[in-house]
Structure formats: C-alpha cells, structure tokens
C-alpha cells in the first residue's frame, strides 16, 4: 500500500515541477514526455533502494538533486543561473510545503513521536501529510510561475486560467484540512489511497484543461491574425486593379499628349499660332508635374503599382532608385510579386517618415535572379530602431506577415538586418522548375 502512496504522490509532485519548469524555461520535449521521463527515472531509484541497491543517502542525492539537475539541463534551454534559480526554488517550494502540509497533519492525527521515526514507518499520517503536501506545493508553484512570467501572462492575458489552478489548489486545500481534521481518528490507509487518486486525477485533468485552455486561445489568436492578413491582402488586390487601371490612364494619357505635341507643332507653322502652341505647353506641363510614369520593371502589373505609390504625396523629397531585373522570368504570379514588392515599399517609408531628417533618406529596390531563387532587395535608411510591421488603419499592419507566407509558399524566406543606420531587406522566392 505504501508503495502505491509513493508513486502516485511522486507522480503528482512531478506533474508540479514539471509545470513550473515549462512554463519559465523555453522547453525541448513536450510536458508529457519530461514528466514521464522523469517519474520513470524516479521509480527506478526507489526500486534500487528498495532492494538495498543502493545507500540511502545515494538514493536521496540522486532523486534530490541530480534528477532534477539533470531534467533542467536535458530538457530545458536557459542560463545557467535561471536553471540554478529554479532549482533553488524546487526546493524551498519542497520545504515549505512539507512544513506547512507536516505541521497541519501532525496536529490534526496528535502525532506525539519523532518526525524521522514516523516518516520511515509510513505512519497514516504520513500518507495523509503527502496530499496536503502535494496542495500547497501546487499553490506555491502557481506563485512562483505568475512571479516570474508576470510580463508574459499580462500580455497574453494567461492570468485567468493560472488563477483557476490556483483556486482549485487553494480550495482543495481547505477540503484536506477539514477531512482530516473531523475524520483523523477514522482514517485508513485505503481511504488515504483513494484520496491520492482522485487527487493525482483531478491535477492531471487541471493541467489538461490548462495547457487546451492556452491551445484554443493561441489557435483563436492565429485564426484573427490569418483572417486579418486575407483582408489586408483582399485589400492589396483591389489596390493593384485600381493600379492597373491607373497605369492603363497613364497609357491613354501619353497617346493624347502625343496628339497635342503634333499640334503644337502644326501651330508653331503658322504665324498666328504661337500663343495657343504656348497655352497646351503649360496644359501639358501641369499634367505631367501630377504623375510620373516610368517603365521599372518587365511586369505590367508591378510597373502599376510602382507608378502609383512613386506618385504617393507622402513620398515626395525621399529618393528612390528602381533597378527590377528579371521579373517576368521568375514565373512569380503577378499579384503576389505586387504583394511583396509592395509591403517592403510601405515598410521602407515607414522607415524613412520615422526618420529626423526626411530629406537625408533613400530608398532602394532592386530585383534579380540568383541560383535558384529570384531575389527582391529594399534598402533604406532608418532611425537607430528596426520597423518591422506598416502603420496602418484597424485592420491592417500585417505587411511583413504577408510577405513571410509568399516567400515560405514559394520555398523561400524573408530577412531583415540593419547596420549604421541602414535597413536590407531581403525576399528569396525559389524559381519554378
């Protein structure tokens, strides 16, 4: 029966620790796998010691400090001194929860001997005092992690599950100290048993609802996130149309200058015709100050869209150089070429309005096919501070996350870096065999 109580309040104090370490460490396994690792490791040192394989003080070492060393060291990424603090932390959660659980218990069962010899006889109090341990040390575990991610959990607004925890912890409690407070002189070691299990199930299934809990949320967030980014890309098609159509304005504008340059100079040959000759040269001149069209790159889409945002007011004053090679030949569908060359224009703006001195910025957007990916380039200058989302209105912002899911459906990625007061950004989009 004894050993039946060690194991499952073993597993139940590992389920804690496991849970404390998860939550302030960057894990490498999943929880399951580090809790069952590690109660399996525990069994065996029982066992050992069981058969007087090992010394006492061997086995204490060993399920004490080097398993707990050794989980945080294999399964756990962090500095040395955060692992060493949390290790601390183990066990001051430990003594304090053993101080409190054993004190409680001890009163309650007038336990009059010595703590050592009635720990190593297994007293009914003893596997009474496991539970109540366990509880506190649960408690102590929920403050100790909302201490330490505090940060964390007021963003992501983690605090209400960790609170549920926390009350079933706290409730708990109180229902162990009444039970055997009114029920000492009653107590079994089959009913303790009992106890322990339906302890041992209720923490696993609070920790299951826990880590679902942050699975659907993290999921919900994912979920607006993506529906966000279909709208701004919704958004980016309409722009690229009206682009389009704009840039078919632009061809119908030049074939109508044309028709007027022919008139000038037929007016230019006749001795009357001097004046209106100068009244379409000053039409034509405002017409082209408004709009600039130049032929950037082999797409006839991508030219749209560039023809239009050069023509933004916001950009006026800020140097920018157009070098697109080799557009066409990528096999880049033509909307999310736009979409990328577009998003990493916007960004590079931001960079540059952010700037304390507009007039000293510049802007660079460069294109070409290398090895197998075909690579699109923005440089700019920027403040001391990287921009690495648009400023837009509710809705939008999410550039940057467009640009990433075009480049990892192409094969490729995105990169940002900055040196000395310059921004390179960076899309590889792997050429279509």
């Given at each position: 029966?004894?050993?039946?109580?060690?194991?499952?309040?073993?597993?139940?104090?590992?389920i804690?620790?496991?849970?404390?370490?998860?939550?302030?460490?960057?894990?490498?396994?999943?929880?399951?796998?580090?809790?069952?690792?590690w109660?399996?490791?525990?069994?065996?040192?029982?066992?050992?010691?069981?058969?007087?394989?090992?010394?006492?003080?061997?086995?204490?070492?060993?399920k004490g400090v080097?398993?707990?060393?050794?989980?945080?060291?294999?399964?756990?990424?962090?500095s040395?001194?955060?692992?060493?603090?949390?290790?601390?932390?183990?066990?001051?959660?430990?003594?304090?929860?053993?101080?409190?659980?054993?004190?409680?218990?001890?009163?309650?069962?007038?336990?009059q001997?010595?703590?050592?010899?009635?720990?190593?006889?297994?007293?009914?109090?003893v596997?009474?005092?496991?539970?109540l341990?366990?509880t506190?040390?649960?408690?102590?575990?929920?403050?100790?992690?909302?201490i330490?991610?505090?940060?964390?959990?007021?963003?992501e607004?983690?605090?209400?599950?960790l609170?549920?925890?926390?009350?079933?912890?706290?409730?708990?409690?109180?229902?162990?100290?009444?039970?055997?407070?009114?029920?000492?002189e009653?107590?079994?070691?089959?009913?303790?048993?009992?106890?322990l299990i339906?302890?041992?199930?209720?923490?696993t299934?609070?920790?299951?609802?826990?880590?679902?809990?942050?699975?659907?949320?993290?999921?919900?967030i994912?979920?607006?996130?993506?529906?966000l980014i279909?709208?701004?890309?919704?958004?980016?098609?309409?722009?690229?149309?009206?682009?389009?159509?704009?840039?078919?304005?632009?061809?119908?504008?030049?074939?109508?200058?044309?028709r007027?340059?022919?008139?000038v100079t037929?007016?230019?040959?006749?001795?009357?015709?001097?004046?209106?000759?100068?009244?379409?040269?000053?039409?034509i001149?405002?017409?082209?100050?408004?709009?600039?069209?130049?032929?950037?790159?082999d797409?006839?889409?991508?030219?749209?869209?560039?023809?239009v945002k050069?023509?933004?007011?916001?950009?006026?004053?800020?140097?920018?150089?157009?070098?697109?090679?080799d557009c066409s030949?990528?096999?880049?569908?033509?909307?999310?070429?736009?979409?990328?060359?577009?998003?990493?224009?916007?960004?590079?703006?931001?960079?540059?309005?952010?700037?304390?001195?507009?007039?000293?910025t510049?802007?660079?957007?460069?294109?070409g096919?290398?090895g197998?990916?075909?690579?699109?380039?923005?440089?700019n200058?920027?403040?001391?501070?990287?921009?690495?989302?648009?400023v837009?209105?509710?809705?939008h912002g999410?550039?940057?996350e467009?640009?990433?899911?075009i480049?990892?459906?192409h094969?490729?990625?995105?990169?940002?870096s900055?040196?000395?007061?310059?921004?390179?950004?960076?899309?590889?989009?792997?050429?279509?065999k």
């Amino acid at each position: 029966m004894k050993h039946a109580v060690f194991f499952l309040n073993a597993l139940i104090q590992l389920i804690i620790y496991t849970f404390i370490n998860h939550e302030t460490l960057k894990k490498k396994y999943p929880f399951a796998i580090v809790c069952a690792g590690w109660f399996a490791a525990t069994a065996l040192l029982y066992v050992t010691n069981l058969y007087s394989i090992l010394p006492d003080t061997v086995y204490s070492a060993g399920k004490g400090v080097l398993l707990p060393i050794a989980v945080l060291w294999i399964c756990y990424e962090g500095s040395i001194m955060k692992k060493a603090l949390l290790f601390g932390l183990l066990w001051l959660n430990a003594l304090v929860s053993e101080g409190v659980g054993y004190i409680l218990i001890w009163n309650f069962f007038n336990i009059q001997d010595d703590y050592y010899i009635v720990m190593k006889s297994e007293h009914i109090g003893v596997s009474a005092g496991r539970l109540l341990v366990s509880t506190v040390m649960l408690i102590n575990a929920v403050v100790i992690v909302a201490i330490m991610r505090h940060r964390k959990y007021r963003r992501e607004k983690l605090f209400a599950p960790l609170m549920v925890i926390l009350s079933y912890a706290a409730a708990h409690t109180i229902y162990l100290s009444i039970y055997y407070w009114i029920n000492a002189e009653n107590i079994t070691q089959t009913s303790n048993l009992i106890q322990l299990i339906f302890q041992t199930l209720l923490n696993t299934f609070i920790f299951i609802q826990y880590y679902s809990t942050q699975k659907i949320g993290r999921l919900l967030i994912r979920e607006k996130e993506l529906s966000l980014i279909e709208n701004e890309m919704s958004d980016n098609r309409q722009y690229f149309e009206l682009a389009d159509l704009k840039f078919e304005e632009i061809t119908m504008l030049k074939a109508d200058m044309h028709r007027q340059l022919e008139r000038v100079t037929a007016l230019l040959s006749e001795p009357a015709g001097k004046d209106e000759a100068a009244d379409i040269m000053d039409s034509i001149s405002e017409r082209l100050e408004k709009i600039r069209a130049v032929n950037y790159c082999d797409n006839h889409t991508l030219n749209a869209v560039l023809t239009v945002k050069l023509n933004e007011e916001r950009i006026r004053g800020i140097p920018v150089e157009v070098a697109l090679r080799d557009c066409s030949a990528a096999g880049i569908d033509s909307y999310e070429m736009c979409s990328v060359v577009a998003n990493m224009f916007d960004n590079a703006i931001e960079s540059c309005l952010r700037a304390p001195d507009p007039s000293g910025t510049f802007i660079e957007i460069k294109s070409g096919i290398r090895g197998e990916f075909f690579v699109i380039k923005v440089s700019n200058s920027c403040k001391n501070e990287l921009v690495t989302k648009t400023v837009k209105g509710s809705g939008h912002g999410y550039g940057l996350e467009i640009i990433r899911e075009i480049c990892k459906k192409h094969g490729g990625e995105f990169t940002v870096s900055q040196e000395e007061g310059i921004v390179v950004s960076s899309a590889f989009l792997r050429l279509k065999k």
